[in-house]
């Protein structure tokens, strides 16, 4: 039964007041016709067929059933929703709820589906106003993005969530890079001085929030629709921990394994004598300028421990190109940085750049993600070891 709420954001909602269900002529197939009929509708609407673990994982959603899917970065794990989509009736108005970890990668996301053909929105604190409540609420957007803060804080997204034109529209609940679920769980699980201890090994990963270890109890009203998990990273121990938080038992989640390795990927561990806080082990990697240009550096994320040493990366790599202090002038298309104190603007600015290749090296903390889909990236530095937590 649905939390009864007073809305008073949400005006003359609109819907026939029936519950969302696949389409009859997908529904009433078996389970080999409904794999077939959903690999045809994705080559439909791309143009190429999908992959079996992507019919896999779409089959599950549409029998009903949770899905944790497990596969590495270039899986295609953002499309699955996108096919899921496809199976809905159009004047149904389905709406998709995606919940992020980071609002980065939610607009990252958005752009995504609006280049796919699909109506998006990034609900954050500065977009997310009651004009925009009522049109999440009658279905305007096919996916919605937000952030955990937003989706247990929010008193206008309570009168969303639980208005019941909105359930009734909601097709499918994801959550994606679920691995920081267990992530934060160690820290929510903590108590006292354990608990600064847990928070502050991971200075910048703050911007994560404990509250992505909450949700279990809200994903418990969602109109009996199914629960899409992603992650690439999450070994068994994380898994068992998040289907405990979100009170999934063995019975009712399925869990889908995808290839986790990528043998095109090169990991190199390189030593270091100098402090971590000076970031002088970073120079051997960048040669001068004189020898290498500007336009010849490959695309490369440079990943620190804090916000400082993002800054000092960025004066270390000005040194090993021998161009001393050009990384301090203003929208530089060598290196820029990005954490959690940058600006909005800036933000924005730092992704959409990088994604347009204007841009070349972000030396960033873990505010910017590792889910972005930036298919140009081709070198990630993580100065540091990280937290043992992170590798899940």
Request: with cysteine; hydrophobic share 40%.
């Amino acid at each position: 039964m649905l939390r009864q709420l007073a809305a008073p954001a949400i005006v003359d909602p609109q819907g026939a007041g029936i519950r969302i269900e696949l389409l009859k002529k997908i529904k009433s197939k078996g389970d080999d016709a409904m794999k077939a009929a959903i690999g045809k509708s994705a080559f439909d609407r791309y143009g190429q067929h999908a992959k079996l673990l992507q019919i896999q994982t779409v089959f599950h959603l549409a029998c009903g059933k949770n899905t944790f899917l497990l596969a590495g970065t270039g899986f295609g794990k953002s499309r699955i929703p996108e096919i899921y989509h496809t199976i809905l009736p159009k004047t149904a108005n389905g709406v998709i709820l995606v919940l992020n970890p980071l609002d980065t990668l939610g607009d990252n996301q958005v752009l995504e589906k609006k280049r796919a053909g699909f109506s998006a929105i990034n609900l954050t604190k500065l977009t997310f106003n009651v004009e925009e409540a009522n049109k999440v609420v009658n279905g305007t957007y096919n996916f919605v993005y937000l952030s955990t803060e937003i989706f247990l804080n929010s008193r206008l997204w309570d009168q969303v969530y639980f208005c019941p034109n909105f359930q009734n529209r909601l097709a499918l609940v994801v959550i994606d890079e679920a691995h920081i679920i267990y992530q934060w769980g160690l820290v929510e699980s903590s108590s006292g001085k354990d608990k600064a201890v847990a928070l502050g090994r991971i200075e910048d990963i703050a911007i994560f929030r404990p509250c992505y270890g909450k949700m279990g109890g809200w994903l418990l009203t969602r109109n009996n629709k199914p629960i899409l998990l992603m992650s690439a990273t999450c070994r068994p121990i994380a898994i068992e921990s998040i289907k405990k938080s979100l009170k999934l038992e063995d019975h009712n989640v399925c869990v889908v394994r995808g290839e986790l390795t990528r043998p095109e990927i090169r990991i190199i561990r390189v030593p270091i004598t100098s402090s971590m806080s000076s970031c002088v082990g970073l120079a051997p990697l960048f040669a001068p300028q004189s020898e290498v240009l500007d336009a010849q550096i490959v695309p490369t994320l440079i990943y620190s421990s804090s916000r400082n040493r993002t800054l000092q990366v960025m004066k270390v790599v000005d040194e090993a190109r021998g161009t001393p202090g050009v990384s301090m002038r203003p929208n530089l298309l060598v290196v820029r940085r990005f954490h959690s104190c940058t600006g909005e603007k800036d933000k924005l600015k730092v992704v959409e750049d990088f994604a347009a290749d204007k841009l070349l090296m972000i030396s960033c903390t873990m505010a910017l993600g590792m889910g972005q889909n930036w298919s140009r990236v081709r070198q990630v530095i993580q100065m540091g070891r990280g937290d043992p937590s992170a590798i899940c």
